[in-house]
Structure formats: structure tokens, C-alpha cells
């Protein structure tokens, strides 16, 4: 089991950045396929990223170029880089861990562990 607790959420322009982390206790980051998924009022969830163990990544096809996942195993830290923000990417962003190692549209397959979140909210 592993707990997740995210971080560096925020308000920011149009156009702007923000980093928002996700550190791990319990286990390790690197026994698990690690993601981000979000989900804004009245919407479903969306993959945004996903990071498996072998480093390879998977993005959701509306955030491809934009934003960056990666891992510290030292720290066993996950992040996201989200560059060249919309108004559409504000969210509630939630750091995910899954047992199975298989990515598919910028997620985990079937993520077992979610923590509670941290809210961006981008403004035009």
C-alpha cells in the first residue's frame, strides 16, 4: 500500500507554469505505475500523464507538449511540469499509483491508490 499526498497547486495566468508534486510514504514510487489524472466540476476524469517503472511515459493527447511528468526515486516523489497553461486545464489534479504496469492515454491502467488532491485554476 502507498499513500500519496500532493502539492503546489495554485492560480496562475494564462500562458503561465506550475509544478505540482506528489510525495509517497509506504512504499516506493518505482514498485508502481505513477500518474496524474484530473477532474473539473461537472466533468469526468481525465488522464493527464502517466510514468511507468522502465521510465516510459504516456500523455493525454490535450496536454502533449505541454506538460512534462517525472519521478525522483531518491525523494520517491513524483511531479508534473505544466507549461503554456489554458483556462481549460483548471482542475482538481490528483496524484495515482496502480499495481498493473500498463499505460494507455496519458494513464495507468487501473490506478488503486489516489491521494486527495491539489487544485489549479488557470484564468484568461
Known amino acids: 500500500q502507498v499513500q500519496l499526498v500532493e502539492s503546489g497547486g495554485g492560480s496562475v495566468q494564462s500562458g503561465g507554469s506550475l509544478r505540482v508534486s506528489c510525495a509517497a510514504s509506504?512504499?516506493?514510487?518505482?514498485?508502481?505505475?505513477m500518474g496524474w489524472f484530473r477532474q473539473a466540476p461537472g466533468k469526468g476524469r481525465e488522464g493527464v500523464a502517466a510514468i511507468d517503472s522502465d521510465g516510459s511515459t504516456s500523455y493525454g493527447n490535450s496536454v502533449k507538449g505541454r506538460f512534462t511528468i517525472s519521478q525522483d526515486i531518491a525523494k520517491n516523489t513524483l511531479y508534473l511540469q505544466m507549461n503554456s497553461l489554458k483556462p481549460e486545464d483548471t482542475a482538481m489534479y490528483y496524484c495515482a499509483a496502480a499495481r498493473t504496469h500498463r499505460l494507455y492515454g496519458g494513464s495507468c491502467i487501473d490506478y488503486n491508490y489516489w491521494g486527495q488532491g491539489t487544485q489549479v485554476t488557470v484564468s484568461s
Open positions: 509506504g512504499n516506493t514510487v518505482s514498485r508502481y505505475c
